[in-house]
Nanobody
Framework: QVQLVESGGGLVQTGGSLRLSCAAS????????MGWFRQAPGKEGEFVAT????????FYADSVKGRFTISRDKDKNTVYLQMSSLKPEDTAVYYC????????????WGQGTQVTVSS
């Protein structure tokens, strides 16, 4: 099992920045892929960004490309999501997730952290 704990959400004005953190513990070898997803009120959850832990290769949703950056600290088993140029449509609960391979769904999830961008 992998435990994921997010932190860093909050309220920010349009154009502002926030950094989310996700600390992994437990069987972290099963967290070969770590990613961020979000769900806005009344909407389906959507992919935001992901990183292959070993190589650092990253992928982003088109809606956040150029504004958000996913990064990691291997020593701390922590993945970050640096969010800049925030827009009201970025308002959502952000979830950290992990999976072992690209052939399976993300099966480890954090509790979520609220990000609210005011206009």
């Amino acid at each position: 099992q992998v435990q994921l704990v997010e932190s860093g959400g909050g309220l920010v004005q349009t154009g502002g920045s926030l950094r989310l953190s996700c600390a992994a513990s437990g069987r972290t070898r099963s967290a070969s892929y770590m990613g961020w997803f979000r769900q806005a009120p009344g909407k389906e959850g959507e992919f935001v960004a992901t990183m292959i832990w070993s190589s650092g290769i990253t992928f982003y949703a088109d809606s956040v490309k150029g504004r958000f950056t996913i990064s990691r600290d291997k020593d701390k088993n922590t993945v970050y999501l640096q969010m800049s140029s925030l827009k009201p449509e970025d308002t959502a609960v952000y979830y950290c997730a992990a999976r072992d391979t690209s052939f399976e769904a993300y099966k480890y999830w954090g509790q979520g952290t609220q990000v609210t961008v005011s206009s």
